[in-house]
């Protein structure tokens, strides 16, 4: 189909890890985001990946990316309140438009 | 610092009104782009604009219109002709439209109907 698809929502217990994933649709897509957006706020960058690569890895964020089935994923280790948001996956296509996924509420429960 | 402003955070509209909703960046782009957030739903892209004096329709167009004097700002107006304008609006901008660097965003414009 044409659309990036989430799951609307993801419960986790405070300092377990969080798992989100992201279902794109262009196999010639060049880079894949995440993006956070906290309540009443614009989006914050988090982190990207170039297509060539597997994995990217920043402090307690790790993406992984699976070209063959184009499964994306964030995973957020020690999930904290303050990461309490909605975490957006969107991919820049080869003709340079970005297609955006609907967010994916992270809950966190003490 | 860098960044991307819009103004003003809450905005209201009496029935028959055109609003217009400001982004200013002084980040030096040349892509700036204009988004509709509804609950529950990804982002809509409704305008952009690659270069001063130049902008592209989105996918959702009808009912807006858009600006681009300068490079700093690109206004957006909801018009009269938008029915249900009450959304979540965000402006963005990236080094320009052929980069696959990020598009970075505002802290956005909620609009309400009176």
């Known amino acids: 189909g044409e659309d990036v698809e989430q799951s609307l929502f993801l419960s986790v217990r405070e300092g377990d890890s969080s798992v989100i994933n992201c279902t794109y649709t262009?196999?010639?897509?060049?880079?894949l985001y995440w993006y956070k957006q906290e309540p009443g706020a614009g989006l914050q960058l988090l982190t990207y990946?170039?297509?060539n690569m597997d994995m990217k890895q920043d402090q307690r964020l790790t993406v992984l990316l699976n070209k063959k089935d184009k499964h994306l994923s964030l995973r957020i280790a020690d999930t904290q309140t303050g990461d309490s948001a909605i975490y957006f996956c969107?991919?820049?296509?080869?003709?340079?438009?970005?297609?955006w996924g609907a967010g994916t509420k992270l809950i966190i429960k003490p | 610092d860098g960044g991307i402003t819009q103004s003003p955070k809450y905005l209201f509209r009496k029935e028959g009104q055109n609003v217009t909703l400001s982004c200013e960046q002084n980040?030096?782009?040349?892509?700036m782009y204009w988004y509709r957030q509804d609950p529950g739903q990804g982002l809509r892209l409704i305008y952009y604009s690659q270069i001063v004096n130049d902008f592209q329709k989105g996918d959702i167009a009808e009912g807006y219109s858009v600006s681009r004097e300068k490079k700093e700002s690109f206004p957006l107006t909801v018009t009269s002709a938008q029915k249900n304008p009450t959304a979540f609006y965000l402006c963005?901008?990236?080094?320009?439209?052929?980069?696959?660097?990020?598009?970075?965003f505002g802290d956005g414009t909620r609009l309400s109907i009176l």
């Open positions: 963005a901008s990236r080094a320009d439209k052929y980069s696959n660097q990020p598009q970075h």
């Open positions: 262009d196999s010639s897509s060049t880079y």
């Open positions: 990946i170039f297509s």
């Open positions: 969107a991919e820049m296509r080869s003709n340079y438009q970005l297609i």
């Open positions: 980040l030096n782009h040349d892509a």
